[in-house]
Nanobody, 115 residues
Framework: QVQLVESGGGLVQPGGSLRLSCVVS????????MGWYRQAPGKQRELVAS???????NYGDSVKGRFTISRDNAKNTVYLQMNSLRPADTAVYYC?????????WGQGTQVTVSS
């Protein structure tokens, strides 16, 4: 069974940066498109960035130009580099396959942007 373990969140001031990591167990990681999702309080979970099995990224409008998604297939890990963070980016961040969410959700990692 595939397990997703997210890490790297924290408290950061507006304009700051964070790098999130997601380790994915399972042998088929390199074949799957993966995504980073986020859920803010009172809002639905949304896909913010995805990356194909060949490394082609795609971004939501709200994070385009600020976030960078990448993957290391040798380490079964997908990353999200977040720059120029805004209070509106505050949420719990999760990874999963994209666009179909095939796996059970991990615990997520909290990102709080506040002065």
């Amino acid at each position: 069974q595939v397990q997703l373990v997210e890490s790297g969140g924290g408290l950061v001031q507006p304009g700051g940066s964070l790098r999130l990591s997601c380790v994915v167990s399972g042998r088929l990681f390199s074949w799957k498109s993966m995504g980073w999702y986020r859920q803010a309080p009172g809002k639905q979970r949304e896909l913010v960035a995805s990356i194909s099995s060949s490394g082609i990224p795609n971004y939501g409008d709200s994070v385009k130009g600020r976030f960078t998604i990448s993957r290391d297939n040798a380490k079964n890990t997908v990353y999200l580099q977040m720059n120029s963070l805004r209070p509106a980016d505050t949420a719990v961040y999760y990874c999963n396959s994209a666009p179909e969410r095939l796996y059970n959700w991990g615990q997520g990692t909290q990102v709080t942007v506040s002065s």
